[in-house]
Structure formats: C-alpha cells, structure tokens
C-alpha cells in the first residue's frame, strides 16, 4: 500500500506493517477487555422523553451554555455520569 501523503519514513513503517513485520505484545485478557471496552462505546442510542420544570430546564440550559456545549449533550452526559456511577448526590446521607 503506497499513499501520497506520507513521507519516506512513514510510507517504510507502513510497508513494514503491511508486511506483517509488526507483533502485537497485548495479553489476550487486554485485548478482550479493550473490545469489550469499545463495544459498549458505540452501543446504539435510545431517545426519550423527559417532563422537567421550566426553572430546571432553563438552569441546564445556562450551565451547558456556559460548559460550551448544546444542553441536550449537556443532560445526557450527566445522565451517562450518574449511571456509570461518576455521578453522585452529594446531598444524601452516607
């Protein structure tokens, strides 16, 4: 495989990889975890519908404006955070 964007250098690694000159050293119990890693990463979305107060609504709306990000992302990833266990209420007793 040749390609025009590579120089000298880059186009000999890949001709060595092409060529099978390349071993991984990953244990078979890395690369299962890494595919299940990343199988789990790219899981389908699912779409819902939520009920929330205005006041709520626009408080997510100003923090996630201030965070950068569109405050549908915003949500979610407090969501993906709280369920993944990242996420906790800070509040509740011990």
């Given at each position: 495989m040749t390609s025009d964007h590579l120089n000298?250098?880059?186009?000999?690694?890949?001709?060595?990889y092409d060529a099978g000159e390349f071993t991984s050293e990953m244990s078979s119990a890395r690369k299962n975890f890494l595919e299940r890693a990343?199988?789990?990463t790219v899981e389908r979305?699912?779409?819902i519908q939520i009920r929330m107060s205005e006041r709520?609504?626009?408080t997510l709306q100003?923090?996630?404006l201030e965070a950068g990000i569109p405050y549908r992302?915003?949500?979610a990833?407090?969501?993906h955070k709280y369920a993944s266990g990242s996420l906790y209420d800070a509040t509740a007793s011990a």
């Open positions: 000298k250098e880059e186009q000999e690694i890949l001709d060595a990343a199988a789990t979305e699912t779409e709520d609504l626009s100003r923090r996630a992302i915003f949500v990833s407090i969501l």
